[in-house]
């Protein structure tokens, strides 16, 4: 076996400090949150417990942790929804060129070039200046769209870009109507890209902060009231519910895998009982 070069050992110790830099200030705030009663927010460490975990279920002097939580996962579920749909039609109407088709894209596009909080700035702006409430589920939710809806849209046109027209060609042949091709030919083909448009439109949302900043209203979604809470509280209960979060992004994460990963056990059962009902 041939050695191998300093090259390699050079670029592994440069991807190994990537990572710390890039989690450890997730481990960081994991560890500390450990602390016992009488933790700060720095180490050294004082004890460990699970007591600021716990106090994360009592009344805080400060903040609305599960109300925040709760506006943050339902924004989360609608813009998700909205994303997955959007994009899929727009995949579909995108498939044949129209007028001002192009157009259309790079102005789509354009809103991931556009500074966040300009974004947030104008949506405000346009429902103030039309008499509308500025609301987490309102403005809230059409800014965030701006910034969901471009990544939906670059994910299904690459999958239609790539998709065999001939399955919808054979479905037609069998006397199905456009629908039924749809549902039951083109839907099943994209669904693991479905999921993957799913979960960019729920991470990208629940995550959420500078195109939420001005268009949350009174009541603030999760990452404005854990920005609101940096300023008031002095506890690691901060460190506590960061953990959680984190903890529960990745939980969703590997839900979505795992539903990919079902999908397709059970496309490769079906190919192979096909193959053994041909045989």
Known sequence: ???????????????????????????????????????????????VSLHWFRDLHQEQAVGDIWGSFGRSFTLGLMVMVTTVVVSVLAGMAFRKRFAGSGVL??????????????????????????????????????SQLTWTLPFGLLIMFAVFNRFDKSYEEAARDQGASAWQTFAHVVLPMIAPSLIGVALFGFTLSYDEFARTLLTAGSYNTLPLEIYGMTTNVTTPVIFALGTLTTLFSLGIIAVFFLTVWVIQKRRSKQASDAGSGLV
Do not use: C, D
């Open 1 to 47: 076996m041939e050695p191998r070069p300093r090259s390699f050992y050079i670029l592994g110790a440069f991807f190994v400090v990537f990572l710390l830099f890039l989690y450890g200030p997730i481990m960081t705030i994991g560890i500390l949150s450990f602390q016992g009663p009488q933790g700060g927010l720095t180490f050294p460490m004082n004890g």
């Open 105 to 142: 894209f790079y102005l789509t596009i354009a809103s991931l070039v556009i500074p966040s909080i300009l974004v947030s700035l104008g949506v405000g702006l346009i429902f103030n200046q039309l008499g509308l409430k500025v609301h987490w589920s309102t403005s809230g939710f059409g």
